[in-house]
């Protein structure tokens, strides 16, 4: 069985992970284990993290358009049960955004939610 070479991946895979350390404190950024552990654990709460941002904005929007639809007398649920109703299709992103910087597309949409629930 031939002899085999492993200098050149490992030397790679341990230049790519002591760049990432590379903003951590004392030996975190300079030994080899401390740097691989830190480096690895960051990875970790780097996937964890994309996945619940998607949730924390969703949550931002939802809280947005729920205080915008309470000045107009309505809760954030009468208020997307009505656009519902209405037929209108605006995902959340938008809503939440017409409700901080166009506040008066917002009132139309509010007034729309209201009349569809009041004709139905």
């Known amino acids: 069985m031939p002899r085999v070479k492993s ?3 490992r030397l790679k895979r341990k230049k790519q992970v002591m760049k990432a ?3 951590a404190f004392g030996g975190r950024s300079k030994l080899w284990k401390a ?3 830190t480096v690895e654990r960051g990875w ?3 996937y964890r993290d994309r996945k619940a941002k998607k949730r924390d904005f969703r949550k ?6 729920n205080a915008a639809a309470h000045a107009h007398e309505m809760t954030y649920n009468t208020f997307m049960h009505g656009l ?3 037929g209108i299709e605006v995902d959340r992103k938008i809503l939440s955004d017409l409700a901080i910087t166009d506040p008066a597309a917002f009132t139309l949409l509010a007034e729309k939610a209201r009349a569809a629930l009041v004709a139905a």
């Not at 931002?60 to 358009?65: G, Q």
Request: net charge positive; hydrophobic share 55%; no cysteine.
């Open 7 to 9: 200098n050149v991946v």
């Open 21 to 23: 350390a590379k903003g």
């Open 35 to 37: 740097a691989k552990e």
């Open 44 to 46: 970790v709460y780097a």
């Open 60 to 65: 931002l929007w939802i809280i947005r358009i």
């Open 84 to 86: 519902k109703k209405a």
